[in-house]
């Protein structure tokens, strides 16, 4: 099902909001409330401007699948101190939860990363978004002109504050740095996923790790050689496993 959520956390002008607030919505609801409301640490000046944050933020982030939410609100927790990391770690669950936000990632995004392109212009998001309508009975007809223009607008937005394009006019790629750790996570969540493949080199999220398919089997085994993942490459084949549970991940892997 698709919907504008793009359009709203790409408005949101602070991502440390939501990453302060994330964790807390999924493991501790009281304290948030007293963020939110008691001390109001977000500056919100109303009721329902919170509330606004709140539903939004649950959009989103939050999935149908619980332990992928306890895995990514303790990997972002526990990242606090390194930002370009918790945006990687939004990226993907963002991704997860949003169909507009993934097949755009899917069918933009990824495609123009890993083809070495400089730039992602506004105007081949826009083309995308209106092919995918013209392909899809549900969006005919839904979204003026003026709404596929935000979306597009917003979504390079996003992409920028989550440190993946970077400019103000034109939206140039940024240098994205994997670390082991971060990949070691990254297999963590996709073995937490549903309907994915046995044989990642098969599943198309595997270009949503941000590295490409001629390195990934050699980063695979550094960190397998950590004990951080188990996997199996038959020469066709790459089956992967994690090596820890949702509350162990953390210390097991950033300990």
Same mark, same amino acid.
């Given at each position: %099902?698709?919907?504008?959520?793009?359009?709203?956390i790409?408005?949101?002008p602070d991502?440390?909001?939501?990453?302060?607030?994330?964790?807390?919505?999924?493991?501790?609801?009281?304290? &948030?409330?007293k963020i939110?409301?008691?001390?109001?640490?977000?500056?919100?000046?109303?009721?329902?401007?919170r509330?606004?944050? +709140?539903?939004?933020?649950?959009?989103?982030?939050?999935?149908?699948?619980?332990?992928?939410?306890? +895995?990514?609100?303790?990997?972002?927790k526990?990242?606090?101190?390194?930002?370009?990391?918790?945006?990687?770690?939004?990226?993907?669950?963002?991704?997860?939860?949003?169909?507009?936000?993934?097949?755009?990632?899917?069918?933009?995004f &990824?495609?123009?990363?890993?083809?070495?392109?400089?730039?992602?212009?506004?105007?081949?998001?826009?083309?995308?978004?209106?092919?995918?309508?013209s392909?899809n009975?549900?969006l005919?007809?839904?979204?003026?002109?003026?709404?596929i223009?935000?979306?597009?607008?917003?979504? &390079?937005?996003?992409?920028?504050?989550?440190?993946?394009?970077?400019?103000k006019?034109?939206?140039?790629?940024?240098?994205?740095?994997?670390?082991?750790? +971060?990949?070691?996570?990254?297999?963590?969540?996709?073995?937490? %996923?549903?309907?994915?493949?046995?044989?990642?080199?098969?599943?198309?999220?595997l270009?949503?790790?941000?590295?490409s398919?001629?390195?990934i089997?050699?980063? &695979?085994?550094?960190?397998?050689?950590?004990?951080?993942i188990? %996997?199996?490459?038959t020469?066709?084949?790459?089956?992967?496993?994690?090596s820890?549970?949702?509350?162990?991940?953390?210390?097991?892997?950033f300990?």
């Amino acid at each position: %099902m698709y919907n504008t959520d793009i359009n709203i956390i790409g408005g949101i002008p602070d991502y440390h909001l939501i990453y302060k607030a994330l964790p807390l919505l999924i493991n501790d609801n009281a304290e &948030l409330q007293k963020i939110l409301v008691t001390s109001n640490e977000f500056s919100f000046r109303t009721v329902k401007s919170r509330k606004r944050f +709140l539903a939004v933020i649950n959009s989103a982030f939050i999935t149908d699948n619980q332990p992928i939410n306890i +895995l990514t609100a303790n990997l972002i927790k526990h990242l606090k101190y390194d930002e370009k990391a918790q945006a990687i770690i939004l990226f993907w669950l963002f991704s997860i939860n949003n169909t507009l936000f993934y097949e755009l990632n899917r069918d933009v995004f &990824l495609r123009y990363y890993f083809q070495g392109r400089a730039e992602l212009p506004k105007d081949d998001v826009i083309a995308y978004l209106k092919d995918l309508i013209s392909r899809n009975k549900q969006l005919k007809g839904k979204w003026s002109e003026i709404t596929i223009d935000t979306i597009a607008s917003k979504y &390079l937005t996003i992409l920028k504050k989550l440190h993946l394009l970077e400019g103000k006019q034109k939206k140039s790629f940024c240098f994205v740095n994997i670390s082991d750790e +971060l990949l070691a996570a990254f297999i963590h969540i996709y073995k937490l %996923m549903n309907n994915r493949k046995s044989n990642i080199l098969d599943d198309e999220f595997l270009p949503f790790s941000l590295i490409s398919r001629e390195n990934i089997l050699d980063r &695979l085994k550094k960190i397998g050689k950590k004990d951080w993942i188990k %996997m199996n490459y038959t020469g066709t084949s790459l089956n992967v496993e994690g090596s820890f549970n949702v509350n162990e991940i953390v210390n097991g892997i950033f300990g």
